[in-house]
């Protein structure tokens, strides 16, 4: 069973800096792309970015400049350094991660205080 486990969240005044990890488990197949999705309190779950397995990553627009993707394909693990941290940042962040189908983590909580 497929399991994905997020860690790294936390409060952080505006302008810090958080990294998120997520290491998946459960399985010995490379997944083709790894990414994170975030979810605010009365908003739909949106995309921040995403890996693939080469390496090609992609990001929201909102957060461009600011955080990082990065991933370890042999590990299946991907990490995401925020930087420049803003209270619109607040939100649940998830781990996501498809190969056929689509795997979730169960969120991890990032605060950023004005």
């Known amino acids: 069973q497929v399991q994905l486990l997020e860690s790294g969240g936390g409060l952080v005044q505006a302008g810090g800096s958080l990294r998120l990890s997520c290491a998946a488990s459960?399985?010995?197949?490379?997944?083709?792309?790894m990414g994170w999705y975030r979810q605010a309190p009365g908003k739909q779950r949106e995309l921040v970015a995403t890996i693939s397995n080469g390496g090609f990553t992609n990001y929201a627009d909102s957060v461009k400049g600011r955080f990082t993707i990065s991933g370890d394909n042999a590990k299946n693990t991907v990490y995401l350094q925020m930087s420049s941290l803003k209270p619109e940042d607040t939100a649940v962040y998830y781990c996501n991660a498809m190969r056929a189908v689509s795997y979730w983590g169960k969120g991890t909580l990032v605060t950023v205080s004005s």
């Open positions: 459960g399985t010995i197949f490379r997944f083709n792309v």
